[in-house]
């Protein structure tokens, strides 16, 4: 199965600044997905990156807040822009691992935990 | 559209017996897989187990095993002695398949929080 180093583990940022998360997969992928997770919370998925065009990004969540980059089928950043306390949380990154039955799945990240300060 | 409920925000068990956390799923789809994910205070995302919806036979991987009712649509899972290092937050998740793979992301339960008490 796929292996994604994020980048960084963690970050405590000034508000109106921006921080860029970048996720390497040691295979080719189609799609890699972002989520956050608030505190507490469950995982949102803020986009989905496919190489070669835009991100499609979910309702609530957009292009301007969080540009996303999909230069080719290894690599993947998120930009967290403009950042306010309510960015607060931690971020990952997510692959499908396609293939036989019993190996289907996702892989994660080890996931960005974001504090705004 | 898809969901999927879990419906125990925190449980607690002590070590060495077994517990049951519940997850129920809405889809009008019939070819799907099915997830339990845990996440400890690392906040890796580890896979725990998968089922696919054809598959009628239950998953077990070690100590962890589900009970599949897709009538019910319904995806518990059952960890046997359970062990301190269980602790964590579990999420269920779904996911539909069409002919030419993933409809795309996994769909997520609010998770349930565990602890394992020695």
């Known amino acids: 199965s796929a292996v994604i180093s994020q980048k960084p583990s963690r970050d405590i940022c000034q508000r109106g600044t921006s921080l860029t998360i970048q996720c390497q997969v040691d295979?080719?992928?189609?799609?890699m997905f972002w989520y956050r997770q608030q505190p507490g919370q469950s995982l949102t998925l803020i986009a989905t990156a496919n190489q070669g065009s835009e991100a499609t990004y979910e309702s609530g969540f957009v292009i301007d807040k969080f540009p996303i980059s999909r230069p080719n089928l290894t690599f993947s950043t998120l930009t967290v822009s403009n950042m306010s306390p309510e960015d607060s949380s931690i971020y990952l990154c997510?692959?499908?691992?396609?293939?036989?039955?019993?190996?289907?799945?996702?892989?994660f990240g080890s996931g960005t935990r974001l504090t705004v300060v | 559209a898809q969901t999927v409920t879990q419906s125990q925000p925190e449980m607690s068990v002590q070590e060495a017996e077994t517990v049951t956390l519940s997850c129920t799923y809405d889809?009008?789809?019939?070819?799907?897989?099915l997830f339990w994910y845990k996440q400890p205070p690392s906040r890796q995302m580890i896979l725990v187990i998968r089922q696919e919806a054809y598959k009628q036979q239950n998953a077990t991987e070690n100590r962890f095993s589900v009970n599949f009712q897709k009538a019910a649509k319904s995806f518990s899972l059952k960890i046997s002695d359970s062990q301190l290092g269980d602790t964590a937050m579990y999420f269920c998740?779904?996911?539909?398949?069409?002919?030419?793979?993933?409809?795309?992301?996994?769909?997520f339960g609010k998770g349930t929080k565990l602890s394992v008490k020695p």
């Open positions: 997510s692959v499908e691992v396609s293939g036989l039955w019993w190996d289907y799945g996702y892989t």
């Open positions: 889809t009008s789809e019939n070819n799907y897989y």
């Open positions: 998740a779904f996911v539909a398949l069409n002919y030419g793979g993933s409809q795309g992301n996994l769909i």
């Open positions: 295979s080719q992928v189609t799609m």
